[in-house]
């Protein structure tokens, strides 16, 4: 049995005669550990913000214009451009489906908030809002977490009444941004369709949303009717998202066949969408994987060249030792020793950095990449930390056997003529 | 006896040459002696101290050390006779830079799984003049007191027998003799069994005898008096 303790002290010792050499082995740990672990944490967070948001869409099932479903799904889960519309009497077609325990039509225009906005004016950009065009009662169905934000300014939210054309609900983010509360005015230029121009339009905000951490927290409502005549497209909407009575894969197929047939749209799954996104980000983490990999590597042979120099300049101390009655044993466990406590301080620091550096990486990872989600997609749990630790202290105990052996098998009178040149 | 040897030889082979190192060497060293190894450069001197010392093992020959055969003893079983029977002081001193003049002194305990007895150590100190060094570091001692911090070393464990190659190589010959008179001291006070290996006549006739070799073979061996004798004549 190791009895590490007995020479912790001479250990740390050891590795402070040679601070800074030691301080950038440990940095160079805790660089690689801070990347295992940010990556751990975006590969746990992505999942649980796929499925949180998927969750929140409240349907399982999406029947849009053929295209790419992705795309279009993604835009749904987090806003984009690039719409293709339905004819609007798929709604009709499909709403009779016996499987069907609730559907809603949605129709998803891109306004612009050209001087409408209190930061707008400032800084004199233009931006753009997210207008979702809906049936107020079968969304609720779908979405019955959805709440109206209360509170001084916020009292008496309500939903537009069918078919009014000057009231919108303002998610709680789009609310935040535009400094908007219940009463007040909301502009937005509509550009419809056929035309080059943006028409601006005057609105009445009825209500406020409470968060719900999706993309719904940037959007805002109106009545279908009205945002399909704003938009000039009188015909059409962008999805109809269904709750099925019985959802599994073989009721998701049988459905999907049904309305198949239909050419002008596509029938897409939720639970397919989510696995899609997650093998498409999964490839990239992947790669990110192997980055990491070769930063541990690195990070390794790192405190291998590092312990090994240390062993070749205590050569004669080594011998010293041994002479002094120091066994094999002892010599092995104090250099192992030494490597294992470079890549502990190394993984402890790696993880205090990720920690902190939790923001920025997740700050940079969307600035990239459109994810598809909302919310916090680096998710850093004790459990991430703790397999990187352990990770870590398992590549010492591997990259100290090699500079242990070499210092344990020197000979005392070999090392002490070495040590003493 | 505490060391006994009949017969040592210590063959190297550098290429296709068989270098004799020691050629048929035998020695006897009593409890309480003081023994000085004198010989030119490449006589043997260090090659049969570490064999006396069992730092390593001869290639043909018997040795007893503390009653012990050691010849044929891997190098695992060689430490075991090592551990608390013998002390080490070489001619670079080897004390850990990062550690107190104490924790130097103190290292050898670590391996022999002793608890340090702050008290011992402080004796230890003060036998080698030392009292008043332990909180410093090696880096603010001079050569001579780097060396008694060696020596210290060697006798925290309460070894029968300190073996020194070499202790004055480094040392100005002020320091050179106080270590010589250390050793004096220390035979005569605590029966300490002390081997040197040195190139310097005059400190090895301090000793109470004196070998001699030459290509791997003793060529003289006298009792001081008789060596300080001849080397004034």
């Not at chain 1, 990999?293 to 101390?317: C, D, F, K, P, Q």
């Not at chain 2, 390593?56 to 020959?61: C, M, N, S």
């Amino acid at each position: 049995m190791f009895q590490f303790t007995r020479f912790i002290g001479l250990a740390i010792k050891n590795l402070r005669r040679r601070m800074i050499r030691t301080a950038l082995t440990i940095s160079g740990v805790a660089l690689a550990v801070a990347v295992a672990v940010s990556l751990g944490g975006f590969m746990l967070g992505y999942k649980g913000a796929i499925d949180k948001s998927i969750e929140m869409l409240g349907f399982q099932v999406m029947i849009m214009a053929k295209g790419c479903p992705y795309e279009a799904a993604t835009m749904m889960l987090k806003g984009g451009t690039g719409l293709i519309y339905l004819p609007s009497d798929t709604y009709d077609k499909v709403k009779s489906d016996p499987d069907i325990e609730s559907i809603t039509p949605i129709f998803v225009g891109i306004a612009q908030k050209e001087g409408s906005g209190i930061r707008d004016e400032a800084s004199q950009e233009k931006s753009f809002t997210i207008i979702s065009g809906i049936d107020a009662p079968s969304f609720m169905t779908m979405k019955p977490w959805m709440k109206f934000k209360g509170g001084p300014g916020f009292e008496g939210g309500r939903w537009f009444s069918a078919g009014s054309k000057d009231e919108v609900v303002i998610g709680f983010e789009a609310a935040e941004y535009e400094q908007r509360k219940v009463g007040d005015i909301f502009y937005a230029s509509i550009t419809p369709a056929g035309s080059m121009t943006p028409v601006r339009h005057e609105f009445k905000v009825v209500g406020i949303l409470e968060r719900t951490g999706t993309q719904d927290d940037g959007t805002v409502f109106m009545p279908i009717d009205t945002a399909r005549e704003y938009f000039n497209r009188p015909n059409q909407l962008t999805i109809l998202g269904i709750k099925l009575k019985e959802f599994n894969q073989f009721k998701m197929h049988e459905f999907e066949s049904r309305w198949l047939k239909l050419p002008e749209v596509q029938v897409v799954g939720l639970q397919q969408v989510k696995n899609t996104l997650v093998a498409l980000v999964a490839t990239a983490q992947t790669m990110i994987a192997a980055v990491a990999a070769i930063a541990v590597i690195v990070a390794l042979i790192g405190v291998i060249n590092t312990i090994l120099m240390s062993v070749y300049e205590r050569t004669g101390e080594i011998g010293i030792m041994k002479a002094l009655g120091a066994r094999r044993r002892d010599i092995f466990e104090l250099i192992w020793l030494e490597t294992l406590v470079i890549c502990l301080l190394g993984a402890l620091l790696g993880c205090l950095l990720a920690m902190l550096g939790t923001g920025a990486v997740e700050k940079a990872i969307k600035s990239l990449a459109n994810l598809g989600v909302n919310g916090s997609i680096v998710n850093i749990t004790p459990g991430v930390l703790g397999y990187a630790v352990l990770g870590a202290v398992i590549l010492g105990f591997l990259g100290g056997l090699y500079p242990a052996w070499r210092a344990a098998s020197m000979r005392p009178v070999d090392a002490i003529r070495e040590g003493a040149v | 006896m505490i060391i006994e040897g009949h017969g040592l030889k210590r063959y190297y082979q550098r290429g296709v040459e068989t270098v004799k190192a020691l050629d048929g060497v035998d020695i006897a060293i009593k409890q309480g002696e003081m023994v000085s190894i004198l010989g030119p450069s490449g006589s043997g001197k260090t090659t049969l101290i570490n064999l006396l010392s069992c730092l390593d093992a001869p290639t043909e020959g018997t040795l007893f050390v503390a009653g012990k055969s050691v010849a044929g003893l891997s190098e695992d079983q060689l430490v075991e006779v090592r551990r608390g029977t013998l002390g080490f002081v070489f001619q670079q001193f080897h004390l850990l830079p990062t550690l107190t003049v104490t924790e130097n002194v103190e290292l050898p305990l670590l391996f022999l799984m002793r608890k340090p007895n702050p008290a011992r150590t402080g004796e230890v100190l003060a036998m080698v003049g030392l009292g008043d060094r332990a909180g410093h570091r090696p880096n603010e001692l001079s050569g001579g007191q780097m060396q008694r911090v060696a020596i210290a070393r060697a006798l925290i464990m309460d070894s029968k027998i300190l073996v020194a190659d070499e202790p004055t190589g480094n040392l100005d010959r002020a320091s050179g003799e106080a270590i010589f008179q250390l050793f004096r001291k220390l035979v005569k006070e605590k029966g300490l069994t002390i081997i040197i290996t040195t190139h310097n006549t005059t400190f090895g006739y301090e000793a109470d005898r004196v070998i001699t070799l030459e290509d791997g073979k003793i060529i003289k061996e006298e009792n001081s008096w008789c060596a300080r004798r001849d080397s004034n004549s």
